[in-house]
Each structure stands twice: as C-alpha cells, then as structure tokens.
T-cell receptor
Framework: EAGVAQSPRYKIIEKRQSVAFWCNPI?????LYWYQQILGQGPKLLIQ????????DSQLPKDRFSAERLKGVDSTLKIQPAKLEDSAVYLC???????????FGPGTRLTVL | AQKITQTQPGMFVQEKEAVTLDCTYD???????LFWYKQPSSGEMIFLIY??????QNATEGRYSLNFQKARKSANLVISASQLGDSAMYFC?????????????FGKGTHLIIQP
C-alpha cells in the first residue's frame, strides 16, 4: 500500500512570494491533516479535512495560508505572501477516519529568504 | 500550560540497553489517545504505538511498549534492546476527545542517540 505522497520535497523562495504544496493521502483515507513543524519543535496542526470539508482550521493563519481538498482526495496548501517565519517543514498526514491513527508523508521543507 | 511535556531534550544510550523516554500530558477530557512517533533525520514521522485512555492494558508493539500511568498523566515509551537504527527524534502526541476534531498535539521531542 502506497504511503502519503507530498511534493515538492524542498522549496526555497524569497519573502513575499507565494508557494504551494501538494499532498496525496493513502488511498481510501477520508481524513487529511496539514501540520507545520518549525526547527526544534514538534508539529503543529494547521488544518484538518474530513473528505472535502474543513473540520478544524483554528490554527491556520488565514490572512496568508489557504488549503483545499476539492474532490476529497488530494490537497493543496498555499502560502501567499510568505514570511521569514514560515520557514518550516510542512507535513501532510491522513487517517482512514476521524480518530484513527495518522500516517505522515515525507514533508516539504520550505526555506524563506 | 504545555499539553504534552517531554523533559529529555537528548539522550545517549548504549546499544542493546533498554531506553525509557518520558512523556507527561495535561487534559481535562475523559476520552483521549496517546501516540508515539519516530522521526529519523530523513524527516518522515513514523507511527510507533498508541494507547487509548480507556485501555486497561499497556500497549505493546514489538520492541516498543507504552508505560501508561493514568493517575500520574504519564505515557512513557520503553524501547527494549536498543539498536543503532533507533537513533532519531521521538515525539509524544495526544488526541483529545470531545472537541469534534482529531488533530494531534505534539511535545517538543527527545533526540535519542544509540552508541555502539
């Protein structure tokens, strides 16, 4: 069974530019999560989807971050405009349903210069 | 207040020894779940073990076991017979029930280094 796929693996941008990350969850998984992991810290939840609906986006900085999961499968996380403090690893995770074990992708390492 | 506290920023352990990684948690929910993940230098978070708040037995998965002490709100990970490949960051995480959302809250992690 294929795991969670993410791309790109690495991205370097200038501040004020925009960037998008893509995630493909494990086949059949209804729940998808985006986490931000700043260097030296544990991951922090940004947004949770159940199928194509948002369950929790209370920690998403909505003035610059947006996310969508239009067909209930793939998801895209966008940052526009990026700030220096957005430098982090962005992890996508999925679970078969709410409350089940979450499985993580390899992450996208973002550097904002 | 921290919801998940991991008090050991780093640990050095000799190969083949047992390792205990500490985790304490804070929640007022009756229903919650506790998880341990391993993050090697490659960056991927690997699920190790899960303990539900109503589980009466401590969880075990191969060389991993979770020492769950509910009254003390602790959920320590025990790795038996450590191997060089166990060197990694280890994160304790909690899913709280009753909020309608299932995102995990993570601790700051413990960097475990296994020495030959």
């Amino acid at each position: 069974e294929a795991g969670v796929a993410q791309s790109p693996r690495y991205k370097i941008i200038e501040k004020r530019q925009s960037v998008a990350f893509w995630c493909n969850p494990i086949s059949g998984h209804a729940t998808l999560y985006w986490y931000q992991q700043i260097l030296g810290q544990g991951p922090k939840l940004l947004i949770q989807f159940q199928n194509n609906g948002v369950v929790d986006d209370s920690q998403l900085p909505k003035d610059r971050f947006s996310a969508e999961r239009l067909k209930g499968v793939d998801s895209t996380l966008k940052i526009q405009p990026a700030k220096l403090e957005d430098s982090a690893v962005y992890l996508c995770a999925s679970s078969s349903d709410r409350g089940d074990t979450q499985y993580f992708g390899p992450g996208t390492r973002l550097t904002v210069l | 207040a921290q919801k998940i506290t991991q008090t050991q920023p780093g640990m050095f352990v000799q190969e083949k020894e047992a390792v205990t990684l500490d985790c304490t948690y804070d929640t007022s929910d009756q229903s919650y779940g506790l998880f341990w993940y391993k993050q090697p230098s490659s960056g991927e978070m690997i699920f190790l073990i899960y303990q539900g708040s109503y589980d009466e037995q401590n969880a075990t998965e191969g060389r991993y076991s979770l020492n769950f002490q509910k009254a003390r709100k602790s959920a320590n990970l025990v790795i038996s017979a450590s191997q060089l490949g166990d060197s990694a960051m280890y994160f304790c995480a909690m899913r709280e029930g009753g909020r309608g959302a299932d995102g995990l809250t993570f601790g700051k992690g413990t960097h475990l280094i296994i020495q030959p």
